[in-house]
């Protein structure tokens, strides 16, 4: 599977247009559970507003969107295409519009919920989601040196040893590459040590 981009956390942004607010939230959101609670918290911030308009699009294909009461396709389709536009996913935006008194027209809408949409997206941290395994072994003392170096000298993100009565190393891979190292490990271990693989996740890397 691809490697894609999403966001880290959440980002705002406001964006006014006649007397009308538009305040938009991006957010993380790998599953529609998720994705439901971020709309759902930005409603209870909101209770006041005339529209909370919303699209998601999940890194399994998945998009949803609402134009919540503005007309057909000034709103939340705007949203979903800024989305596509930027090409991330397992991402929610959602636009809560404070109704200034002034109609903007369709083309006003659009503008408006795009804009809005698009300053969120930019104002956010972009990720790089890799599929990844995280691994793990247990070495002696003496031999806890060599095996870091021969850790460090692959594609990995090596976390912090822990010492006990022996070294314990973890550390994240992108899938798919574990098996060279793992040769390696068991060369300088003498087989005395095997790697502990876990199943591919998507993770930041």
Known sequence: ??????????ATFEYEEKRSRF????????????????LNAVRAANRTARHNVYAYVLQNGRTRYSDDGE?????????????HHAEVSDVIVVVTRY?????????????????????????????????????????PYAMYEQAQRCIQAAETRLDEPVFDDAVTLR???????ENALCEALRELLRGAAEVEISQPLYAPF
């Open 1 to 10: 599977m691809a490697d894609y981009k999403t966001l880290r956390g959440t």
């Open 23 to 38: 305040i938009a939230t991006a957010s993380f959101a790998d599953t529609e559970e998720k994705a439901l609670t971020v």
């Open 71 to 83: 007309p057909a396709k000034t709103a939340g389709t705007p949203v979903l295409e800024t989305i």
């Open 99 to 139: 109704f200034g008194g002034i109609l903007l027209g369709t083309g006003g809408l659009v503008r408006a919920y795009t804009a809005a949409a698009a300053g969120a997206l930019q104002a956010a941290e972009l990720v790089s989601m890799r599929l990844v395994v995280d691994c793990s072994i247990r070495v």
């Open 171 to 177: 550390w994240r891979m992108p899938a798919g590459t």
